[in-house]
Protein backbone atom coordinates (compact mmCIF):
# COMPACT_ATOMS: atom_id res chain seq x y z
CA UNK A 1 0.00 0.00 0.00
CA UNK A 2 1.88 3.46 -0.88
CA UNK A 3 2.17 6.57 1.45
CA UNK A 4 -0.68 8.39 -0.25
CA UNK A 5 -3.25 5.69 0.39
CA UNK A 6 -2.51 5.61 4.13
CA UNK A 7 -3.21 9.22 4.50
CA UNK A 8 -6.28 9.21 2.41
CA UNK A 9 -7.33 6.66 5.11
CA UNK A 10 -6.40 8.87 8.00
CA UNK A 11 -9.48 10.94 9.37
CA UNK A 12 -8.68 14.39 10.66
CA UNK A 13 -10.23 16.07 13.94
CA UNK A 14 -11.30 19.66 13.17
CA UNK A 15 -8.93 22.14 14.48
CA UNK A 16 -11.18 22.96 17.39
CA UNK A 17 -12.03 20.34 19.20
CA UNK A 18 -7.57 19.27 19.08
CA UNK A 19 -6.44 18.96 22.70
CA UNK A 20 -4.69 22.25 23.96
CA UNK A 21 -1.47 23.03 21.88
CA UNK A 22 0.14 24.02 25.46
CA UNK A 23 -0.42 19.82 26.04
CA UNK A 24 0.77 18.80 22.88
CA UNK A 25 4.02 20.82 22.65
CA UNK A 26 5.11 19.44 26.25
CA UNK A 27 5.57 16.26 24.37
CA UNK A 28 6.63 17.87 20.96
CA UNK A 29 4.15 15.58 18.87
CA UNK A 30 1.55 13.25 19.35
CA UNK A 31 1.25 9.76 20.83
CA UNK A 32 0.95 7.27 18.42
CA UNK A 33 -1.58 4.65 19.77
CA UNK A 34 -1.71 1.00 18.33
CA UNK A 35 -4.12 -1.16 18.84
CA UNK A 36 -5.83 -4.37 17.26
CA UNK A 37 -9.00 -3.73 18.69
CA UNK A 38 -10.62 -0.11 18.89
CA UNK A 39 -14.72 0.67 18.61
CA UNK A 40 -14.82 2.12 14.76
CA UNK A 41 -18.07 2.38 14.62
CA UNK A 42 -21.37 3.29 16.99
CA UNK A 43 -22.31 0.74 19.07
CA UNK A 44 -19.20 -1.53 18.14
CA UNK A 45 -18.17 -3.10 21.29
CA UNK A 46 -14.85 -3.76 20.02
CA UNK A 47 -11.98 -2.47 22.69
CA UNK A 48 -14.38 -0.08 24.40
CA UNK A 49 -12.08 0.17 27.19
CA UNK A 50 -9.02 0.90 25.24
CA UNK A 51 -11.32 4.32 23.57
CA UNK A 52 -12.41 4.84 27.42
CA UNK A 53 -8.69 5.26 27.85
CA UNK A 54 -7.63 7.05 24.94
CA UNK A 55 -10.66 9.68 25.83
CA UNK A 56 -9.04 10.15 29.13
CA UNK A 57 -5.97 10.82 27.80
CA UNK A 58 -7.34 13.66 25.33
CA UNK A 59 -7.36 15.96 27.93
CA UNK A 60 -3.25 15.60 28.33
CA UNK A 61 -1.38 15.02 25.11
CA UNK A 62 -2.65 14.57 21.03
CA UNK A 63 -3.74 11.12 19.95
CA UNK A 64 -3.13 9.41 16.64
CA UNK A 65 -5.23 6.20 16.78
CA UNK A 66 -3.60 3.43 14.54
CA UNK A 67 -5.77 0.01 14.23
CA UNK A 68 -6.73 -2.06 11.57
CA UNK A 69 -9.75 -1.93 9.53
CA UNK A 70 -12.66 -4.10 9.49
CA UNK A 71 -15.44 -5.04 7.10
CA UNK A 72 -17.24 -2.32 7.00
CA UNK A 73 -16.56 1.57 5.58
CA UNK A 74 -13.66 2.90 6.84
CA UNK A 75 -14.97 5.41 9.83
CA UNK A 76 -15.35 8.79 10.15
CA UNK A 77 -14.53 10.23 14.19
CA UNK A 78 -17.51 12.89 14.94
CA UNK A 79 -17.05 16.47 16.78
CA UNK A 80 -17.15 14.54 20.03
CA UNK A 81 -13.73 12.22 19.57
CA UNK A 82 -10.50 13.90 20.09
CA UNK A 83 -8.03 12.01 17.73
CA UNK A 84 -7.11 11.12 14.33
CA UNK A 85 -7.57 8.32 13.36
CA UNK A 86 -5.40 6.28 10.63
CA UNK A 87 -7.55 2.29 9.91
CA UNK A 88 -5.11 0.29 7.51
CA UNK A 89 -6.70 -2.03 5.63
CA UNK A 90 -4.92 -5.58 4.69
CA UNK A 91 -7.76 -7.41 2.44
CA UNK A 92 -10.56 -6.77 0.63
CA UNK A 93 -13.39 -5.31 2.68
CA UNK A 94 -15.25 -7.94 3.57
CA UNK A 95 -12.31 -10.81 4.65
CA UNK A 96 -11.10 -8.06 7.27
CA UNK A 97 -12.24 -9.87 9.75
CA UNK A 98 -8.43 -10.51 11.61
CA UNK A 99 -9.25 -7.89 14.55
CA UNK A 100 -12.35 -6.25 16.35
CA UNK A 101 -13.80 -9.70 17.08
CA UNK A 102 -14.91 -11.17 20.46
CA UNK A 103 -11.28 -13.01 21.31
CA UNK A 104 -9.34 -10.73 19.64
CA UNK A 105 -7.02 -12.52 16.38
CA UNK A 106 -5.99 -16.33 18.05
CA UNK A 107 -10.31 -16.69 18.33
CA UNK A 108 -10.66 -15.07 15.14
CA UNK A 109 -7.96 -17.72 13.54
CA UNK A 110 -9.40 -20.28 15.51
CA UNK A 111 -12.86 -19.96 14.40
CA UNK A 112 -11.91 -19.18 11.12
CA UNK A 113 -8.35 -20.79 9.75
CA UNK A 114 -8.40 -19.63 6.31
CA UNK A 115 -7.41 -16.30 8.02
CA UNK A 116 -4.42 -17.69 8.44
CA UNK A 117 -3.38 -16.58 4.53
CA UNK A 118 -4.20 -13.00 5.60
CA UNK A 119 -2.24 -13.29 8.97
CA UNK A 120 1.60 -11.95 6.75
CA UNK A 121 0.11 -9.28 4.89
CA UNK A 122 -1.72 -8.06 8.11
CA UNK A 123 1.48 -7.89 10.19
CA UNK A 124 3.21 -6.28 6.71
CA UNK A 125 0.59 -3.64 6.65
CA UNK A 126 1.00 -2.66 10.29
CA UNK A 127 4.37 -2.51 10.62
CA UNK A 128 4.04 -0.21 6.90
CA UNK A 129 1.57 2.11 8.58
CA UNK A 130 3.46 1.87 11.72
CA UNK A 131 6.88 3.34 9.92
CA UNK A 132 4.73 5.96 7.96
CA UNK A 133 2.53 7.64 10.91
CA UNK A 134 5.06 7.55 13.04
CA UNK A 135 7.64 9.62 11.89
CA UNK A 136 6.64 12.85 13.79
CA UNK A 137 4.93 11.28 16.85
CA UNK A 138 6.34 11.92 20.04
CA UNK A 139 5.92 8.21 21.05
CA UNK A 140 4.61 4.96 20.15
CA UNK A 141 2.18 2.75 22.52
CA UNK A 142 1.30 -0.29 21.66
CA UNK A 143 -1.39 -2.62 23.40
CA UNK A 144 -1.35 -6.02 23.35
CA UNK A 145 1.86 -8.18 22.20
CA UNK A 146 1.14 -8.51 18.71
CA UNK A 147 1.31 -4.49 18.28
CA UNK A 148 3.80 -4.52 20.93
CA UNK A 149 6.34 -6.42 18.63
CA UNK A 150 6.12 -4.74 15.10
CA UNK A 151 5.98 -1.10 17.21
CA UNK A 152 9.31 -2.12 18.64
CA UNK A 153 10.88 -3.01 15.30
CA UNK A 154 9.35 0.39 13.56
CA UNK A 155 10.42 2.17 17.39
CA UNK A 156 14.06 1.31 16.93
CA UNK A 157 13.74 2.13 12.84
CA UNK A 158 12.66 5.52 13.60
CA UNK A 159 14.60 6.29 17.03
CA UNK A 160 11.21 6.69 18.91
CA UNK A 161 10.33 5.63 22.50
CA UNK A 162 7.84 2.26 22.44
CA UNK A 163 5.35 2.05 25.55
CA UNK A 164 3.47 -1.22 25.43
CA UNK A 165 0.67 -2.43 27.53
CA UNK A 166 0.17 -5.71 28.35
CA UNK A 167 -3.08 -7.47 29.14
CA UNK A 168 -4.57 -10.60 30.35
CA UNK A 169 -4.48 -12.78 27.70
CA UNK A 170 -0.50 -11.54 26.45
CA UNK A 171 0.82 -13.10 29.97
CA UNK A 172 -1.39 -16.10 29.70
CA UNK A 173 -0.47 -16.98 25.70
CA UNK A 174 3.22 -16.30 27.19
CA UNK A 175 3.01 -19.10 29.89
CA UNK A 176 1.54 -21.78 27.41
CA UNK A 177 3.02 -21.04 24.37
CA UNK A 178 6.84 -20.99 23.46
CA UNK A 179 5.58 -19.12 20.33
CA UNK A 180 3.95 -16.55 22.52
CA UNK A 181 6.43 -16.08 24.76
CA UNK A 182 9.51 -15.86 22.51
CA UNK A 183 6.92 -12.57 21.14
CA UNK A 184 6.75 -11.08 24.52
CA UNK A 185 10.15 -11.28 24.98
CA UNK A 186 10.46 -9.33 21.59
CA UNK A 187 8.36 -6.95 23.10
CA UNK A 188 9.73 -6.14 26.15
CA UNK A 189 13.61 -6.36 24.93
CA UNK A 190 12.03 -4.14 22.11
CA UNK A 191 10.57 -1.28 23.98
CA UNK A 192 11.46 1.62 26.52
CA UNK A 193 8.60 0.59 29.27
CA UNK A 194 6.19 -2.31 29.57
CA UNK A 195 3.21 -1.64 31.33
CA UNK A 196 1.14 -4.51 32.77
CA UNK A 197 -2.73 -3.69 33.85
CA UNK A 198 -2.13 -5.79 37.10
CA UNK A 199 0.67 -6.25 39.55
CA UNK A 200 0.48 -10.12 39.22
CA UNK A 201 0.98 -9.88 35.29
CA UNK A 202 3.91 -7.58 36.39
CA UNK A 203 5.15 -10.73 38.54
CA UNK A 204 5.14 -12.77 35.53
CA UNK A 205 6.72 -10.54 32.91
CA UNK A 206 9.35 -10.46 35.54
CA UNK A 207 9.71 -13.84 35.97
CA UNK A 208 9.59 -14.13 32.34
CA UNK A 209 12.76 -11.70 31.98
CA UNK A 210 14.36 -10.94 35.29
CA UNK A 211 16.89 -9.10 33.37
CA UNK A 212 14.25 -6.54 32.13
CA UNK A 213 12.23 -5.64 35.38
CA UNK A 214 13.51 -2.11 35.50
CA UNK A 215 11.07 -1.72 32.27
CA UNK A 216 8.05 -3.34 33.75
CA UNK A 217 5.40 -1.10 35.29
CA UNK A 218 1.89 -1.26 36.66
CA UNK A 219 -0.74 1.34 35.88
CA UNK A 220 -4.39 -0.25 36.51
CA UNK A 221 -7.20 0.05 34.19
CA UNK A 222 -9.97 2.65 35.28
CA UNK A 223 -13.76 2.95 35.06
CA UNK A 224 -15.74 5.55 33.61
CA UNK A 225 -17.72 7.97 36.12
CA UNK A 226 -21.23 6.47 34.88
CA UNK A 227 -20.74 4.05 36.73
CA UNK A 228 -20.02 5.45 39.94
CA UNK A 229 -22.95 7.30 39.28
CA UNK A 230 -25.45 4.52 39.46
CA UNK A 231 -27.81 4.36 42.14
CA UNK A 232 -27.85 1.87 45.01
CA UNK A 233 -30.11 -1.06 44.43
CA UNK A 234 -33.18 -1.67 46.50
CA UNK A 235 -32.73 -4.21 48.96
CA UNK A 236 -34.43 -7.70 47.44
CA UNK A 237 -37.23 -8.93 49.36
CA UNK A 238 -39.53 -11.32 47.38
CA UNK A 239 -38.17 -11.16 44.09
CA UNK A 240 -35.99 -13.42 42.12
CA UNK A 241 -32.05 -12.78 42.81
CA UNK A 242 -31.12 -10.85 39.32
CA UNK A 243 -27.66 -12.01 38.35
CA UNK A 244 -25.63 -10.86 35.17
CA UNK A 245 -22.43 -12.15 33.41
CA UNK A 246 -21.14 -10.12 30.83
CA UNK A 247 -18.08 -10.81 28.43
CA UNK A 248 -17.17 -12.40 25.25
CA UNK A 249 -18.36 -16.40 24.73
CA UNK A 250 -15.06 -18.12 24.84
CA UNK A 251 -14.05 -21.21 26.63
CA UNK A 252 -11.60 -18.84 28.82
CA UNK A 253 -15.06 -16.98 30.28
CA UNK A 254 -16.24 -20.79 31.86
CA UNK A 255 -19.90 -19.46 31.56
CA UNK A 256 -20.84 -23.43 31.68
CA UNK A 257 -19.92 -23.57 35.34
CA UNK A 258 -22.14 -20.68 35.81
CA UNK A 259 -25.13 -22.98 34.16
CA UNK A 260 -23.82 -25.83 36.00
CA UNK A 261 -24.52 -23.50 39.38
CA UNK A 262 -27.94 -22.09 38.61
CA UNK A 263 -28.72 -25.56 37.60
CA UNK A 264 -27.54 -26.71 41.00
CA UNK A 265 -29.78 -24.17 42.73
CA UNK A 266 -32.97 -24.61 40.56
CA UNK A 267 -35.12 -26.32 43.82
CA UNK A 268 -33.69 -23.92 46.37
CA UNK A 269 -33.27 -20.10 44.89
CA UNK A 270 -35.21 -17.98 42.85
CA UNK A 271 -33.15 -16.79 39.98
CA UNK A 272 -32.46 -14.93 36.75
CA UNK A 273 -29.56 -14.93 34.82
CA UNK A 274 -28.92 -12.37 32.08
CA UNK A 275 -25.61 -13.38 29.51
CA UNK A 276 -24.51 -10.26 27.77
CA UNK A 277 -22.16 -11.24 25.25
CA UNK A 278 -21.82 -13.23 22.18
CA UNK A 279 -18.67 -15.26 21.16
CA UNK A 280 -17.53 -19.44 19.46
CA UNK A 281 -19.00 -20.75 22.40
CA UNK A 282 -23.03 -19.40 22.84
CA UNK A 283 -24.52 -21.88 20.37
CA UNK A 284 -23.22 -25.02 22.59
CA UNK A 285 -24.26 -23.18 25.76
CA UNK A 286 -27.72 -22.53 24.21
CA UNK A 287 -28.04 -25.99 23.77
CA UNK A 288 -26.98 -26.88 27.30
CA UNK A 289 -29.47 -24.37 29.12
CA UNK A 290 -31.73 -26.13 26.46
CA UNK A 291 -31.17 -30.08 27.78
CA UNK A 292 -31.19 -28.41 31.46
CA UNK A 293 -34.66 -27.07 31.26
CA UNK A 294 -33.53 -23.69 32.03
CA UNK A 295 -34.98 -20.95 29.64
CA UNK A 296 -37.09 -19.72 32.05
CA UNK A 297 -34.08 -18.38 34.22
CA UNK A 298 -31.41 -18.20 31.89
CA UNK A 299 -31.56 -15.47 28.73
CA UNK A 300 -29.15 -14.97 26.29
CA UNK A 301 -29.13 -11.21 25.09
CA UNK A 302 -25.92 -11.32 22.88
CA UNK A 303 -23.62 -8.15 23.00
CA UNK A 304 -25.14 -4.79 24.17
CA UNK A 305 -23.45 -1.69 22.94
CA UNK A 306 -21.51 0.23 25.50
CA UNK A 307 -23.61 3.07 26.55
CA UNK A 308 -26.18 0.00 27.63
CA UNK A 309 -23.95 -1.70 30.20
CA UNK A 310 -24.64 0.93 32.77
CA UNK A 311 -28.23 -0.32 32.71
CA UNK A 312 -27.77 -3.42 32.61
CA UNK A 313 -25.91 -3.66 36.03
CA UNK A 314 -28.38 -0.97 37.55
CA UNK A 315 -30.69 -3.65 36.81
CA UNK A 316 -29.02 -6.52 38.51
CA UNK A 317 -28.17 -7.64 41.56
CA UNK A 318 -24.74 -9.11 41.30
CA UNK A 319 -22.66 -9.60 38.45
CA UNK A 320 -20.40 -13.55 38.26
CA UNK A 321 -17.11 -14.11 36.69
CA UNK A 322 -16.42 -17.31 36.15
CA UNK A 323 -13.39 -16.61 34.14
CA UNK A 324 -10.34 -19.08 34.38
CA UNK A 325 -7.84 -16.80 34.02
CA UNK A 326 -8.06 -12.93 33.59
CA UNK A 327 -5.89 -9.72 33.67
CA UNK A 328 -7.60 -7.26 35.20
CA UNK A 329 -10.68 -7.89 34.86
CA UNK A 330 -12.85 -4.16 33.62
CA UNK A 331 -16.28 -5.72 34.02
CA UNK A 332 -15.52 -6.47 37.58
CA UNK A 333 -13.95 -2.90 37.72
CA UNK A 334 -17.15 -1.26 36.75
CA UNK A 335 -19.81 -3.53 38.75
CA UNK A 336 -17.68 -2.65 42.35
CA UNK A 337 -18.35 0.93 40.78
CA UNK A 338 -21.67 0.45 40.20
CA UNK A 339 -22.15 -0.73 44.09
CA UNK A 340 -23.24 -4.06 42.91
CA UNK A 341 -22.40 -7.36 45.07
CA UNK A 342 -19.58 -9.58 42.48
CA UNK A 343 -18.72 -12.69 43.14
CA UNK A 344 -15.87 -13.91 40.68
CA UNK A 345 -13.40 -16.63 39.82
CA UNK A 346 -10.36 -16.69 42.92
CA UNK A 347 -7.62 -15.84 40.16
CA UNK A 348 -4.90 -13.35 39.85
CA UNK A 349 -6.65 -10.80 38.29
CA UNK A 350 -9.87 -10.55 40.62
CA UNK A 351 -7.60 -11.35 44.27
CA UNK A 352 -5.86 -7.69 43.70
CA UNK A 353 -9.67 -6.26 43.74
CA UNK A 354 -11.48 -8.51 46.41
CA UNK A 355 -10.73 -9.39 49.26
CA UNK A 356 -12.92 -12.31 49.94
CA UNK A 357 -16.41 -11.76 52.01
CA UNK A 358 -15.72 -7.82 52.92
CA UNK A 359 -16.22 -6.22 49.12
CA UNK A 360 -17.23 -9.19 47.32
CA UNK A 361 -17.36 -13.13 46.97
CA UNK A 362 -14.61 -15.73 45.69
CA UNK A 363 -14.52 -18.95 44.67
CA UNK A 364 -12.38 -21.49 42.96
CA UNK A 365 -12.25 -21.61 39.52
CA UNK A 366 -14.41 -24.07 37.67
CA UNK A 367 -15.90 -25.21 41.14
CA UNK A 368 -19.29 -25.77 40.27
CA UNK A 369 -20.57 -26.95 43.71
CA UNK A 370 -18.25 -23.76 45.64
CA UNK A 371 -20.26 -21.22 42.86
CA UNK A 372 -23.74 -22.06 43.68
CA UNK A 373 -22.53 -22.02 47.55
CA UNK A 374 -21.55 -18.72 46.77
CA UNK A 375 -24.98 -17.52 45.41
CA UNK A 376 -27.10 -19.03 47.52
CA UNK A 377 -25.57 -17.27 50.13
CA UNK A 378 -26.72 -13.80 48.82
CA UNK A 379 -29.78 -15.18 48.03
CA UNK A 380 -30.43 -16.30 51.59
CA UNK A 381 -28.93 -13.01 52.99
CA UNK A 382 -31.07 -9.92 51.34
CA UNK A 383 -28.82 -7.78 53.06
CA UNK A 384 -25.47 -8.82 51.60
CA UNK A 385 -25.69 -7.61 47.87
CA UNK A 386 -25.87 -3.78 49.56
CA UNK A 387 -22.64 -4.29 52.08
CA UNK A 388 -20.92 -6.13 49.25
CA UNK A 389 -21.68 -3.74 47.14
CA UNK A 390 -21.12 -0.85 49.39
CA UNK A 391 -17.70 -1.83 50.10
CA UNK A 392 -16.80 -2.33 46.21
CA UNK A 393 -17.65 1.23 45.66
CA UNK A 394 -15.58 2.27 48.51
CA UNK A 395 -12.74 0.56 46.78
CA UNK A 396 -13.01 2.15 43.42
CA UNK A 397 -13.08 5.63 45.69
CA UNK A 398 -10.55 5.05 47.70
CA UNK A 399 -7.95 3.38 44.98
CA UNK A 400 -8.69 6.30 42.48
CA UNK A 401 -9.47 3.41 40.07
CA UNK A 402 -11.27 6.12 37.28
CA UNK A 403 -9.73 6.45 33.74
CA UNK A 404 -8.40 9.88 34.56
CA UNK A 405 -6.94 9.30 36.89
CA UNK A 406 -5.15 5.64 34.47
CA UNK A 407 -4.35 8.74 32.16
CA UNK A 408 -2.70 10.81 33.97
CA UNK A 409 0.08 8.08 35.06
CA UNK A 410 0.26 7.06 31.54
CA UNK A 411 1.10 10.71 30.89
CA UNK A 412 3.45 11.19 33.57
CA UNK A 413 5.43 8.37 31.64
CA UNK A 414 5.07 9.78 28.55
CA UNK A 415 6.41 12.75 29.97
CA UNK A 416 9.69 10.40 31.52
CA UNK A 417 10.18 8.97 28.39
CA UNK A 418 9.95 11.42 25.66
CA UNK A 419 13.00 14.23 27.08
CA UNK A 420 15.05 17.20 25.09
CA UNK A 421 16.83 14.74 22.49
CA UNK A 422 13.40 13.40 21.26
CA UNK A 423 12.37 16.99 21.12
CA UNK A 424 15.04 17.96 18.83
CA UNK A 425 14.85 14.93 16.63
CA UNK A 426 11.15 16.04 16.26
CA UNK A 427 11.85 19.62 15.29
CA UNK A 428 14.36 18.94 12.86
CA UNK A 429 12.18 16.41 11.34
Not at 211 to 225: C, F, H, L, R, Y
Not at 367 to 396: F, H, M, N, S, W
Amino acid sequence: MQASEYQRQAVAQPEADAPASTVETRLHGPVLFVTTSFPLHEKSTSGTFIKALVDALGDFCALEILTPADTRNLPVPGPEHRYKLHAFRYAPRRWQKLAHQPGGIPAALRRRPLLFLLLSTFLSRMLVSLLFEGRKAALIHANWSVSGALAGIAGSVLEKPVIITLRGSDVALAMRSRLFRALLKLCVHLSARVVTVSEAMAASVKKIMPDQTAKVVTIPNGVSEEFIDIAPRPERTDSPLQLVTIGNLTANKSISTLIEAVHCLRDKADLQLRVIGDGPERARLEARIQQLGLRENVSFEGTLPPDEIPEALAGTDVLILASQSEGRPNVVLEAMAAGRAVIASNIEGTRELITDAHNGLLFSPGDVDALAERIEQVYKDPGLCDRLGKAARQTILDQQLTWPSTARRYYRLYEELVGPESARAAEDY
